[in-house]
């Protein structure tokens, strides 16, 4: 069984600093592509980035371009959201997403992902 277990959330000062985890379990974590999304009150849920399985291409948002860094640990079943200069727009609830199969880097479409962690809420004060 597939499971995704996001942490570090939390409440931040506009221009601070968090950094997300997501531990993966119940899957050959190296051979899939990982990725971040989030979701807004009333909102979709929205892309922000992704990695391939090596972790050698990433891809990000435009929003959160230059901001954010996506990275992986494949010894540690890990992958990581670095966020730097958050501003209250990126208040959300943050998930981690893998792909429905192996080797494939989907774009930013959530339905092309076939497992997500529960998410962790991410709240920005100006």
């Known amino acids: 069984q597939v499971q995704l277990v996001e942490s570090g959330g939390g409440l931040v000062q506009a221009g601070g600093s968090l950094r997300l985890s997501c531990a993966a379990s119940?899957?050959?974590?190296?051979?899939?592509?990982m990725a971040w999304f989030r979701q807004a009150p009333g909102k979709e849920r929205d892309f922000v980035a992704r990695?391939?399985?090596?972790?050698?291409?990433?891809v990000y948002a435009r929003s959160v371009e230059g901001r954010f860094a996506i990275s992986r640990d494949n010894a540690k079943n890990a992958v990581y959201l670095q966020m730097n200069n958050l501003k209250p727009e990126d208040t959300a609830v943050y998930y981690c997403?893998?792909?429905?199969?192996?080797?494939?880097?989907?774009?930013?479409?959530?339905?092309?992902?076939?497992?997500w962690g529960q998410g962790t809420q991410v709240t920005v004060s100006s």
């Open positions: 119940g899957l050959t974590f190296s051979n899939y592509a």
């Open positions: 990695i391939t399985w090596g972790g050698g291409i990433t």
């Open positions: 997403a893998a792909p429905k199969q192996i080797f494939t880097f989907p774009r930013n479409d959530p339905t092309e992902y076939g497992y």
